[in-house]
């Protein structure tokens, strides 16, 4: 089995149901790719990106969701606000209500 590089992931809701699966949204150093109104980026000079533990500015994409077993996760490395927390919520509805 081919191994996957370790990526971080802003956790965002369990989901209901006995197998212990998250919603995930994925995050990417690779700025060029936000799509603008639903992503948000973690700049350096943020007090997000302190907060968040990345290593470098980065984008939570809205619009790469996907669902993992908790078993995946290997630990936190940081956190956000619970007003940006709120804020990438709000980006996927408008995105899912487009």
Known sequence: MKEG??????VLAKLPGIYNDW???MISTKKYQVLSPY???IRKDSEEFIQSGLKTESVIRST?????NQ???LGSIGGISDQLVKTIRQNIAK???H
């Open 71 to 73: 078993n995946i996760f």
């Open 23 to 25: 919603l995930i949204c």
């Open 95 to 97: 995105w899912i209500l």
């Open 64 to 68: 790469r969701l996907a669902v993992v």
């Open 39 to 41: 992503d948000e980026i």
């Open 5 to 10: 590089k370790l990526r971080p992931a802003l």
